[in-house]
């Protein structure tokens, strides 16, 4: 009986520690997240930087924001190989901002191209909430940006800003976007929603009360509440899974433009 206890005590113990673990990266901000999506030797193998290099004409000589950007991965492979004008990622860790600026400078010192070296410079990060706490200020917004990247961040945003957030993110997407500008979006289905919805009591209360849910998007942002135009995927859920990518991350990713 007591060693059953010690063992039950050890298995609360451990729970414990990952769901503080979990609390900590509450807003999807894992540390290491590109090599727990795609482990070390494998990190390379993002499907969805050769994805874009099939469509150039989202980045290059394109002036991009790259939503919840992590440690910038994807943001200095984009620079690398697709040349845009200007690229800036923003993530709410510092930690992860400062992780992206080291790997940026890494990239630059060990780069033996000019042309390379020349590319990075256009890389920048910033540390910063996508969600502002006052919609009032979306009126003061302008239309800087050619693309805006926004892949596997949605769950994060609607769990904790709830529909109020998910809505206030594409509507400053929309403003941010010039003229013929595209929101490329990779969104995490509901169903991935609840296995992190106990993570605070307001994250809790937030996923009890969303109502526009991942299969909604579309129609929301093609209507007049936001206002892109059109809309296509450029991967489904069948070509990811065929492509290698880990299971749970056949994330389908869709691209919206704004006319």
């Not at 590319?119 to 003061?140: G, H, P, T």
């Not at 009360?209 to 206002?227: H, Q, V």
């Not at 995927?233 to 704004?258: C, M, N, T, W, Y």
Request: glycine share 4%.
């Amino acid at each position: 009986m007591k060693s059953t206890q010690i063992e039950t005590r050890g298995k609360c113990s451990e729970n414990n520690k990952n769901k503080r673990k979990f609390v900590e990266f509450k807003y999807g901000n894992y540390s290491n997240y590109y090599f727990k999506r795609f482990k070390s030797e494998s990190i390379e193998k993002d499907s969805r930087i050769t994805l874009f290099e099939s469509h150039p004409e989202f980045f290059r000589h394109k002036k991009i924001l790259d939503i919840g950007c992590n440690s910038g991965y994807i943001t200095i492979q984009i620079a690398k190989k697709l040349s845009p004008t200007e690229i800036l990622g923003v993530d709410l860790d510092g930690n992860l901002i400062d992780q992206a600026r080291r790997d940026l400078e890494i990239e630059r010192k060990t780069s033996k191209l000019e042309i390379t070296k020349e590319v990075l410079n256009r890389v920048s990060f910033r540390k910063a909430n996508y969600i502002l706490k006052d919609e009032s200020l979306l009126e003061f917004e302008n239309p800087l940006y050619d693309t805006i990247l926004c892949l596997s961040i949605t769950k994060w945003i609607h769990l904790n800003h709830g529909d109020n957030g998910i809505k206030f993110m594409f509507k400053r997407i929309y403003k941010q976007l010039k003229t013929n500008g595209a929101l490329i979006l990779e969104a995490q289905e509901f169903n991935s929603y609840k296995k992190r919805s106990k993570l605070s009591p307001e994250i809790l209360e937030n996923f009890k009360n969303i109502k526009l849910k991942p299969n909604a998007f579309e129609a929301y942002l093609l209507s007049d509440e936001i206002g892109f135009s059109e809309s296509w995927f450029i991967a489904d859920k069948k070509s990811l899974k065929e492509s290698g990518q880990p299971k749970g991350f056949h994330r389908a990713i869709q691209v919206f433009v704004k006319r």
